[in-house]
């Protein structure tokens, strides 16, 4: 460090997708809040919208740009800071300080990388050094070679011991790769790899079975003085990533002498990488003696440092920004206690438990299988004193329907070995799995023997299960209740096993005074008074948390991110709590997400880590007072707890449950719209397969049919043919029994929506968004564009018109969504949500209207008017703002990649310039579907659609792109003039429509869909093929044509700027 | 887990009226001590067998004890020593490779009672809050608690109908339990005599550089934790233990190339360790000298310094110390009740303050300026906790060298 820095710049992560999600947004945020302490201007660049780093008041300067090189230039051109902090953007950020290192832009600017060296960050990133390193410095990594033949693999194996991995080089996904056991599998399994192999080579690497996961934070400062933040052991032994695994922390099976170990190698380690913040070690730890090994480094904050900084209190993101500008951690105070210094390592007293949300319920022809590759798109975090207790929380927060431990799926009735592939091989169902095994008898010793998962845990699972068989079979008395409540045990499980209704066991608990009481996440296991109000429920003696006195409201947060219910949610969330405090009201955060900033202590008066189910929520209530409680913001989740919650008579603030309802209630609702004169697409709520057949017949294919309270259009479907509708039906309605499902007609015209604003008198609506894709494509997959583009001045009337009238007769107090087809010049309401959306991060952005906060404040009783707004039409801003979908098709093998009604994206970023095609251009660009200069399309379009295709190919041409097709498409380029290239279909040799994409030769794919589900279609194949090479693949022809319009941009055509600078822009 | 059925129903009673409800392990049988806390995480067999204990009900804040079993091989003195230990959950299932017995058998086999069960956490807020207190761990008797009152629940939060008078007769018991500064614990543990020879291999940390080959070190026992010889030892040096009573002459007599002052029990101020602190004030103008936690006392004392209590002691494994010369900071094992007084050095003594903890700034180590003279209150040796400071015995080992 030579000069402390007076402008740093900080690069955020991006989009969300799997294994890059609402951590980077939560470490990002606090580096701003870090620099902001210590007076130095943070320029912030991310190009998700959808994040609190990017808001203007935590950044000094915001730039939402793509996170490219040529983009981050500029910025840095026009600021000319001092430093970068090139550790806190995941992955992204880190790959990005890097290119920007290569290609000379810092050295140019003079801008300092701060913190961790570029040095150090090559030394973990690059595998051969990583190994030198490694070697230096005598700690053990995983024994490997690189071998050509079967008898390398041999000569090597003689030197080490099997079992070993076989890995092929350049092959996708591992194939051709296994493990060997026996020297004859090894000379199979090398053989087979060598010929999978394009250049004849594999590594074969130590496989090291069921040693123990075991993960360390470390932190070191620029005096090398050096902490371990907090440990964590995977209940998954090696094997399954550890994103993936079942975490809890601090680690459970390690004797002090192994965690010493442990703990003393990462020391070692992040000293010789030279580390000047955070860095996460993970190393594999043998169950039967005291050899480890070195599996991975990541030289910056990372999912498991936030993890760890929830699990602890202690702020890692904060304090490594605050050592990349050359503080000591001795001269840091510990911003929980505010007495000690950040020099310590934290000291739990209780367990916490980490638990991936996987996507499989909305993929289920996913492949479940866990290994290398993560799948799960978020996680949930539970605290308590007891392992079981957390564990049992972390499955309910999980939010999979009332998923609890009990759970078990249908088919292992039948089939038992369907439990043990779930248990042998790790799929998300594991611990169910386990459990059930456990219930039919199996022995700990067996499912030890068959999963490696150390007996430890299998006991706890067996003591869980103990206590299921007691509250069967035993009378309920105070103490077996108190029992049960230790072992986090939910009221309503008690009350399946017991026999009677959840309400009962709940009237029970409080009549024996059996209630939880709130202990404090502190840092120093209560060795210290702590300021920090963090805490979480747990059945003890003593209550950390009296209520608080003063004027309260509770926010009900957004849980685990998952597809459908992102980071927008925590976003709307964290605004709450500050809307609160600005008007003077403490405010209470329930939330069981680790990743987000919702979470951080600070953001809120108060923060219970809990899972959001009625039980935990109602529990916290009661703790403070019952509160006037907010459901809007947290998404479905929170929603879903309106009716629950005022059934035991919560105050909700904000629109009512009566609101609620009304939007959700097919019938209700059509009524509601027929009295006010607002017409919708016609349909009708159905509860058997005559009624859906009728109403489809009556109405007149197609039908848009989906069933009612269900997250990001889950199972919403386009239905063509009665056939189809009746296997539809079949399925869907069992999804929910409580719910019917619904038939609409299916209006295939252009798609706008609003967010807006209601205080009971005025309505205020931001801005109205335009979908470029028409509807049928769920609103989270389409790009959507504000303000609209040529959107006639009586029908945005009519719009704003029925805004107005809907909230104001609806009774919206606060937030509303609502989603508009506008079909042959006529406007119809899709659906009304009487709720914060997804759309309203972006739209506070790029319109500067607080929405959640006025919403917020709405709540609370304070007009629009009173707050200086007006109802109405908010004036457009003088820019053109594009949000882009991203999704994370890349990680999740067998699955479906096609946009429709079902939304399929896991995050999404935003393009803003001042015209169009530059707007388009840079969210194209920022969410990865930037084709090269020259690249070549592959083309096969459904004959429905090859005159709409003709003039996106007459572009694209123009652009200087190349093509290739099949049959009936390339017979229509040449008959349009245009060179192509014919490529035969998949079964019909090579080179195929598969082969090309996997050789390389193809740049972009756009692939109409040619109807029905079947997955063993061409198109399915060509949409994987593309995805597992990361090249852009489009399914709709809306979105091809805003990308031909994209590609067409002059390149540099756009400008870098503030994102002030565009609203200022007159 | 749950309440283990047939474990009888145990309290904890604190002097000032506090009551704990619990269940009993290990050796069923009422104990008497000081009650303090410890918030290391891992090392509950390390802590058991700290002398420094002796006298010390121990409550554990981490609330999962026994995970991983007891071994042979982490013993830090021959048998446990505290007089009862207090802990949330006791696990039913240990795992681990070396474990080769429960803790539960490992503290009846050793006549020490434990308690569970209970909220450590107000344990451990009761005591920060109001400073340590003396407490009584008792066993409910069958004619004080008859076996239909015995709902966990009832008992956990002190509702079990009929006990009053019971729980006040262990309060009573609690306010008359001696106090640590009123008894010789030092002499209680002060057990260890010859030549120290190591138990158990190094495991698993690479040996040190053999620096200090064949050089006899003695090692004045007032309680001393094994892993201190151990740390000497595999540095090549001849670790030879005598009583605390030893006369400086008896020390002289045997040549020692350095003399450690260890670890122990108690207050540092009490009559019975008078003639330890004169044994070293001569000591200290001969040998090399390192003082360990009570020895670093010991050494203040010999050096004209005076101790104190703190309120409630600095137990665990996550302390940061501060090196004042290079500023550094060390993350340190601690267990100590009491302390130097930084006021107290004489300034002709010669010694000066060279660690500080940062939690508190209270006096972590202490350098003479011309005396080959090394002491830390932490505890270098470590086990339990980080193996950052064994830099410490290097140190003294160049010293004697």
Partial sequence: ?1066 | MTDVPNHPHALLALEDGKVFFGRAFGSAKDAAGELCFNTSMTGYQEICTDPSYRGQIVTLTYPLINNYGVTPVDMESVHPWLSGLVVRELCAHPSNWRATQELDEFLANNNIPGIYGLDTRAITQHLRTYGFKRAVLAVAPPDVLPEEARDPFLWSSGRTPGIEAYVNDCIARAQHVTPLSDHDVVGEVSVNTGKYTAHAPWQPWPLPQQTAAQKRVVFIDTGGKHNIAHSLTSRGAEVVWVPYGTRYEEIRDMDPAGVVVCNGPGDPEVDAVAATVATTAKLMQRYPLLGICLGHQIIALAAGARTSRLKFGHRGANHPVQDIESGKVHITTQNHGFQVDAASIPENSGFRVSHISLNDGSVEGLRHHDLPVLSVQYHPEACPGPQDNQYIFDEFTELIS
């Fill in chain 1, 1 to 1066: 460090m030579t000069d402390r820095p007076s402008k740093v710049l900080i690069v955020g992560s991006g989009p969300i997708i799997i294994g890059q999600a609402a951590e980077f947004d939560y470490a990002g945020t606090q580096a701003c809040k870090a620099m902001r302490e210590e007076g130095i201007t943070s320029i912030l660049v991310n190009s998700n919208p959808a994040t609190i780093m990017t808001d203007e008041d935590i950044a000094d300067v915001v730039y939402i740009e793509p996170l490219t090189v040529p983009v981050i230039e500029r910025i840095i051109a026009r600021e000319q800071p001092d430093g970068l902090i090139p550790t806190l953007g995941g992955q992204t950020g880190l790959n990005l300080a890097v290119a920007l290192a290569d290609a000379g832009v810092l050295d140019k600017y003079g801008v300092q990388l701060l913190g961790t060296p570029l040095s150090a960050i090559q030394k973990a990133e690059d595998r051969e050094l990583f190994r030198q390193t490694m070697t230096e410095i005598g700690e053990p990594i995983p024994a490997s070679r690189t071998v050509n033949s079967v008898q390398e693999a041999e000569k090597f194996v003689e030197e080490i011991r099997l079992p070993v991995v076989i890995r092929p080089a350049y092959t996708l996904g591992g194939t051709g790769g296994g493990i060997a056991h026996t020297p004859d599998e090894l000379r199979t399994v090398v053989a087979g790899g060598l010929s999978a192999s394009p250049i004849t080579q594999v590594l074969v690497e130590e496989y090291l079975l069921g040693w123990k996961e075991v993960e360390y934070e470390v932190m070191r400062d620029s005096a090398d003085n050096c902490i371990t933040v907090c440990n964590m052991e995977n209940i998954d032994p090696m094997g399954v990533h550890t994103g993936d695994s079942i975490v809890i922390a601090p680690s459970q099976t390690l004797s002090d002498r192994e965690y010493q170990m442990l703990r003393t190698a990462s020391l070692n380690i992040i000293r010789s990488l030279g580390i000047e913040g955070g860095c996460n070690v993970q190393l594999a730890l043998d169950p039967h003696s005291f050899a480890y090994r070195v599996i991975e480094v990541n030289p910056r904050v990372s999912r498991s440092s936030a993890l760890a900084s929830k699990a602890t209190g202690y702020p890692i993101a904060r304090m490594a920004a605050k050592i990349a500008i050359g503080r000591t951690l001795d001269k840091l105070p510990n911003p929980i206690t505010q007495r000690t210094t950040a020099a310590f390592e934290p000291a739990l007293d209780y367990v916490v438990a980490k638990i991936p949300r996987w996507p499989f319920d909305k993929f289920p022809s996913g492949d479940r299988v866990l290994g290398t590759q993560m799948k799960s798109t978020g996680e949930v975090m539970a605290i308590d004193r007891t392992l079981e207790a957390a564990l049992q929380k972390a499955v309910r927060g999980l939010e999979i329907g009332d998923r609890s431990l009990m759970w078990e799926d249908e088919q292992w009735q039948r089939d038992p070995e369907a439990v043990w592939q779930h248990i042998t091989e790790a799929s998300d169902l594991r611990i169910w799995a386990i459990m059930c095994a456990l219930r039919r008898g199996t022995s700990v010793a067996e499912l030890a023997r068959r999963s490696h998962i150390d007996t430890f845990f299998l006991e706890k699972l067996a003591g869980i299960r103990d206590m299921e068989q007691r509250l069967l079979t035993e009378s309920l008395t105070p103490g077996l209740l108190w029992e049960a409540k230790r072992l986090g045990f939910a009221d309503s499980q008690i009350g399946t096993l017991a026999d009677v209704l959840p309400a009962r066991v709940r009237e029970m608990r409080k009549q024996w005074g059996i209630v939880p009481v709130y202990k404090m996440v502190d840092t120093c296991a209560a060795e210290f008074e702590a300021q920090t109000p963090y805490f979480y429920s747990t059945y003890e003696i003593e209550n950390d948390a009296p209520s608080l006195t003063a004027e309260r409201a509770a926010v009900v947060g957004s849980g685990p991110i998952r597809i459908g219910q992102g980071i927008e949610f925590d976003y709307c969330s964290v605004h709450a709590a500050w809307a609160l405090a600005s008007a003077g009201v403490q405010s209470i955060m329930v939330n069981s997400n680790p990743e987000t900033v919702s979470t951080d202590f600070d953001t809120s008066d108060r923060l219970y880590f809990e899972p959001l189910d009625t039980e935990s929520v109602l529990n916290v209530l009661d703790n403070e007072g019952v509160p006037p409680t907010i459901v809007q913001f947290g998404g479905q989740t929170a929603i879903n707890l309106a009716e629950p919650l005022t059934l035991e008579n919560v105050a909700l603030a904000g629109s009512g449950v009566s609101a609620i309802d009304l939007a959700e209630d097919r019938r209700k609702f059509e009524a509601f719209l027929d009295r006010l004169g607002i017409p919708q697409p016609p349909g009708a709520a159905v509860t058997n397969v005559e009624d859906a057949l009728s109403i489809a017949s009556n109405i007149g294919y197609p039908v848009l049919v989906r069933p009612s309270y269900v997250l990001g259009g889950r199972a919403m479907e386009i239905v063509n043919t009665p056939e189809d509708l009746k296997s539809y039906v079949a399925t869907a309605v069992q999804l929910s029994t409580r719910h019917p499902v619904l038939v609409d007609k299916y209006l295939q015209g252009k798609e706008v929506e609003v967010d807006a604003i209601c205080d009971g008198k005025d309505v205020l609506i931001p801005g109205i968004m335009e979908h470029i894709e028409r509807a049928g494509v769920h609103s989270g997959d389409s790009f959507a564009v504000y303000p609209p583009r040529d959107l006639h001045g009586h029908i945005e009337q009519t719009i704003v018109d029925y805004t107005t009238r809907i909230c104001l007769e609806l009774g919206v107090l606060g937030l509303v969504n609502i989603q508009y087809v506008i079909f042959q010049d006529e406007v119809f309401v899709l659906e009304v949500n009487p709720r914060s959306s997804r759309t309203v991060p972006f739209l506070s952005k790029v319109t500067e209207v607080p929405m959640v906060r006025l919403a917020t404040l709405t709540m609370l009783g304070k007009s629009l008017a009173e707050m200086g707004f007006a109802g109405g039409l908010w004036p457009n801003q003088p820019l053109v703002a594009v949000k882009a979908p991203v999704f994370s098709m890349a990680k999740l093998r067998g699955v479906e990649t096609s946009v429709g009604p079902e939304m399929k994206s896991t995050g999404e970023v935003m393009g803003v310039d001042v015209t169009f095609e530059a707007a388009l251009y840079k969210a194209m660009v920022a969410s990865g579907l930037n084709v090269p200069a020259g690249g070549t399309f592959l083309l096969s379009i459904a004959d429905a659609d090859k005159d709409a295709i003709r003039p996106i190919v007459r572009q694209l041409a123009a652009a200087g792109y190349n093509f290739m097709a099949t049959e009936g498409t390339a017979t229509m380029l040449e008959s349009m003039g245009i060179p192509v290239r014919m490529i035969s279909k998949r079964l019909q040799g090579t080179p195929n429509v598969v082969s090309v994409i996997r050789d390389g030769e193809v740049q972009a794919v756009i692939n109409s869909l040619t109807g029905g589900r079947a997955v063993l279609q061409d198109g399915f194949y060509i949409r994987r093929a593309a995805v597992e090479m990361q090249i852009p693949c489009l399914t709709s022809l809306d979105t091809s044509r805003a990308l031909a319009t994209a590609l067409s941009l002059q390149q540099d055509a756009y400008l870098v700027q503030p994102l002030c600078a565009y609203r200022d822009d007159r």
